[in-house]
């Protein structure tokens, strides 16, 4: 028995055992990290401090969200099979339970965890690429129109027109990105990359703008965590804004920073012109794990519904938040949400200060 616990205490899985009289017999070292809690051996299951998704496992018949979770609850093959998902000290785990059964004899239940937080955060860098990388293409076409413009300008003759045309590129650059007032935002990565998720909105008929109280002066120094709160978010809006019944389909971000000795405060406001949250509903059941608002429940394993919930514990985890500011209502505007993203901003090197300031008085 000692040499099984020790094996169960050395393998990198959370591993959480439940004994048929309902207290913890295992909780092995790798599930107290994953769950950021202390060993609960001996614990009544039913009164430990762990995620509510996980008890709801090993109820007859109860998933996490009141739904059933084939397999895992319902006590008949006791295969457990089915994965659930949820955010948990900041990591998105994947969790299944079984059953117990020696012969016919219940010995309760056994909860595995597993850490995606990697894979997650994988896939928010891949769709960030992604995002810019479409965005490049599209701009790639439009660079290329403009070359066979001059081009054509240059074979007929018309070489005044030709230049004409080059000054006029020149004064507004050759590429140009969807979003209106990019220009406020002067870190180069919010820029690309809300400039590429202007494109990508574009593409679904809404557009995304740049609200006036936007400034942002000094650098981004968590960029991962900052792109997935202001990702998520933004593609929310754009979501509820194609499914909203406005025919003006728009987003708008506002993003402050506010300076402060140990890093600047991003304050992020994002709002759109979809339908708001439905009458009657918790604005905070919008943050928990597997809520989507795409049309049909999320699927378990399949990585819907943890954008809000992943925003909202990445901000938490930095000592900001993430909440919802506005209701909305039918026909527009929806929903406003509000992120404040501390220590994620420094501000520009003292050099590029004194640059500035030597411009401003030279004129």
């Not at 703008?209 to 593609?235: F, H, M, S």
Request: hydrophobic share 40%; net charge negative.
């Amino acid at each position: 028995m000692h040499d099984q616990v020790a094996v169960l205490q050395g393998v990198d899985d959370g591993v959480i055992g439940v004994s048929a009289d309902g207290r913890i017999s295992v909780f092995n070292a790798a599930a107290q990290r994953l769950l950021a809690l202390r060993d609960l051996s001996g614990s009544r299951w039913e009164e430990a401090p762990v995620p509510e998704q996980l008890k709801a496992l090993t109820r007859p018949g109860a998933g996490p969200a009141g739904g059933t979770v084939a397999g895992a609850a319902a006590g008949t093959s006791g295969s457990g099979q089915d994965a659930l998902e949820l955010v948990a000290g900041g990591r998105v785990l994947v969790v299944n339970a079984r059953k117990a059964l020696h012969r016919r004899e219940d010995l309760g239940w056994v909860i595995m965890l597993r850490d995606r937080t990697e894979l997650q955060q994988l896939t928010r860098q891949l769709d960030a690429v992604g995002t810019m990388s479409t965005a490049l293409r599209a701009q790639r076409h439009e660079f290329a129109n403009q070359l066979h413009t001059i081009a054509g300008f240059l074979g007929i003759g018309q070489h005044q027109e030709a230049r004409n045309y080059l000054a006029t590129l020149a004064a507004t650059g050759p590429l140009k990105f969807p979003v209106d007032q990019a220009e406020l935002l002067q870190d180069p990565y919010l820029q690309a990359f809300v400039g590429a998720k202007g494109v990508e909105a574009d593409e679904r008929g809404v557009a995304l703008r740049i609200g006036p109280e936007t400034l942002v002066r000094g650098q981004v120094t968590e960029a991962q965590d900052v792109t997935t709160v202001l990702g998520n978010l933004i593609d929310n809006a754009v979501n509820a804004a194609v499914a909203g019944s406005s025919t003006d389909r728009w987003v708008e971000l506002e993003v402050l920073e506010e300076p402060g000795d140990d890093g600047g405060t991003l304050h992020v406001v994002v709002a759109d012109s979809g339908d708001g949250l439905a009458e009657g509903a918790d604005a905070e059941a919008v943050f928990a794990e597997g809520f989507t608002t795409a049309s049909g429940p999320a699927r378990a394993g399949g990585g819907q519904g943890f954008g809000l919930a992943l925003a909202r514990q990445l901000a938490r985890r930095q000592g900001g938040d993430v909440k919802v500011l506005e209701r909305g209502r039918r026909g527009g505007p929806g929903a406003v949400f509000m992120a404040s993203l501390p220590h994620t901003t420094a501000g520009k090197p003292a050099a590029d200060q004194l640059g500035a300031a030597g411009k401003d008085r030279n004129g």
